[in-house]
């Protein structure tokens, strides 16, 4: 028996291991149900899809499948994750019949059409994620209710219209609902019963931006029945009421509460700072009013708030905000302080000081000077200060703010120079001055590199004797084009308004827009001397504004190196000389302005610059010509010697072809006519025509005859 044990125990092992092996291929060998397959199947013959996003969907095994993720005990479809990864990050509109088949890549890779009922055969589903395709208006399908199973639901810029189903009140297991950004060209999502949300129990997500609500007043009750809610996203609904009073708060978890962009129109009630455990609060572009909000104090775990675009009576007091030590960002755009900046420093003093990020008093009206104190918020990367009644210099603490990154003081009446400090901001990416009545000394733009967007327009400025410095070529974040790793204002929901003048005229323009966009704008400054060629090295500029300036000079040639240039202005200067075909070269360029100076030549040609055929780019140079003026250039016009030439040269060229017709005629007429005229030689004629043909004829008999005994003879030979 001893000795039989190692034996045994080695078959033993064997058996083991046989056993894990077939346990180990069975699980492998489990694929999906049948009528699962047939179901999704069913699904890509419905849907359209120009990208061949589902061209992995062959096959008998749909958990191979792209997108599909099926149970490793059942096989059953559990997760199917069809978000267009190709749309926007920016932009979280779906797409629409309208802009399908434009520019946007995103659009072009999105699934359209509808959704088939056959998808109820996958009654195991517990994530479905549709986002970012085109549904063409088509309505939530109501058997959407009908997953009991399902955890996750995204809808969110799918092209879907229409009423939103009151049969998604079912899905009491779900945890997050997004349904956001829903539209098909005027068909929008909307609500108009809101009381199938409050049967979502188990939801901790929610996100209806943008979803209309109908005459919907209840909608706080709803909310107040999802104890475990912590996102409420319901920003452009529609909402027109903020119940004042609300006896008890059941959703204590909720952190996030964005209701932006609505219309509602009353004062802050009490309850929501109730909420302490929220860390985003948005309320910005309503119609709040008021005065006061002591008991925003209570709200001690807020990172962000906005309380942007509303108008609080007789200002706001700010004062309650120095309470909240973890606040990062802070957004009060146009909401009226109505106070000396410098006397606002209690309030940003202690904690904020330390832990603030962003800082928006734009609008606020605020008065008086810049006060050092700014200079000490160590995190701070952004301080818009513009729309206000500040005046004097930009003091030199603000080169302290060692990690800003955008800094807008436009619309003000600062004056004087700029401390040298701000040149040691070498991280700053934004900077804009415009309409004050600044001086700047190239001293302080030569340590900017990472600068990419600076707009010192309509100011009296001190450019090394009022000329544009050839350091501004240096800018190396000007140099290369955007990518993702430019964003920065993509990091949360707010966007901050900016007005600018290109193209012409004054353009509204958000952070979102100006993340990829890279601008120099010193339009309106009094500059003279000519266009440096350093700018040619801004190889990933996008809009250069040097307009109503006194500009002298040529255009430089090596203008070609900004290659992605879009707007160039140039307009009401002093420029001279022709217009360097270099600029043909400009293939992004969509916006040229070159008028009222005195420029001279032809207007070059290229295939960007044939698409610019508006005559008022070049109006104001009366010694332009060429398309597309109507003023022909003067080596098009021929002078009255070449005129004489050309009339002579006409003249023989049409007693040349005279006389060839002439002789034609008398050489055809000589030999037809007399043939025709004497039968004698018609008939001689003629007889030399049938001897040639019996000529040709015997000898082609011949020759077939030679041939053919030539081939007989080889045969034989063979």
Known sequence: MGGRSPLLVIVFSLAV??????????????????????????????????????SSWVGEDCCSWEGIRCSNDTGHVIELHLRNRHRSDVSYMGCSETNFDDDDVGCRWALHGGITPSLL????????????????????????????????????????????????????????????????????LYIENIGWISRLTSLQHL????????????WLQALNALSRIQVVEMASCGLETFPPSLPHVNFTSLTTLNLEGNIINSTVPDWLFNITSLEVLSLGSNHLYGQTLDS?????NLRQLDLSYNMFHDGFKPEPLSNLCKLQILDLDKVPINNVLANLEQVFSGCLMLI???????????????????????????????????????????GNLSSLRSLFLYSNDLNGSIAEGIGGLKGLTYLVL???????????LVNLSSLKYLDISYNYIDLNKGIIPPSLGNFSSLKRSSSSSDLYFNNHSDEDVMWLFIKGSELEYTTRLLSIDKVIDLSNNGLS?????????????????????????????????????????????????????????????????LSYNNLSGRIPTGSQLQTLTDPSFYAGNSDLCGPPLIKNCTDDIPTKEEENENSMDRIESIWLYMCRALGFIVGFWTICGSILLKSRWRIAYFQAIDNMCDRLYVVLVLNVAMFKRKLMVGRQVD
């Open 17 to 54: 291991l046989c056993i894990e092996l077939g346990i180990s291929n069975g699980f492998s060998m489990i694929r999906c149900q049948e009528t699962e397959r047939r179901a999704l199947m069913e699904f890509k013959q419905r849907v359209r899809d120009p990208s061949h996003i589902l």
């Open 121 to 188: 055969s996958l009654q195991h589903l517990n994530h479905l994620d549709l986002s970012g395709n085109n549904f063409e208006g088509n309505r939530i399908p109501e058997f959407l209710g009908s997953f009991g199973r399902l955890t996750y639901l995204n809808l969110s810029g799918a092209g879907f219209g229409g009423k939103v189903p009151d049969q998604l009140g079912n899905l009491s297991t779900l945890h997050q609902l997004d349904l956001s950004y829903n539209f098909y060209l005027d068909d929008d």
């Open 207 to 218: 996100n209806m931006n943008q979803v209309r609500f109908r005459n919907v007043s209840n």
């Open 296 to 300: 925003i104090a209570k709200l001690t």
């Open 356 to 398: 603030l990020e962003e800082l928006n008093l734009s609008g606020t009206q605020l008065r008086g000077s810049i006060p050092d104190w700014l200079g000490n918020f160590k995190n701070l990367k952004f301080l818009d200060l513009s729309h206000n009644s500040l005046y004097g210099s930009v003091p030199r603490s603000l």
């Open 434 to 444: 415009s309409y004050n009545s600044f001086r700047l000394s190239e001293l302080h």
């Open 529 to 593: 001397g000519s266009i440096p060629e350093e700018l040619g090295n801004l190889h990933g500029l996008r809009s250069l504004n040097l307009s109503r300036n006194y500009l002298t000079g040529k255009i430089p040639n090596n203008i070609n190196g900004m290659q992605r240039l879009e707007i160039l202005d140039l307009s009401r200067n002093n420029l001279s000389g022709a217009i360097p075909s270099t600029l043909a070269a400009l293939n992004f360029l969509n916006y040229l302005n």
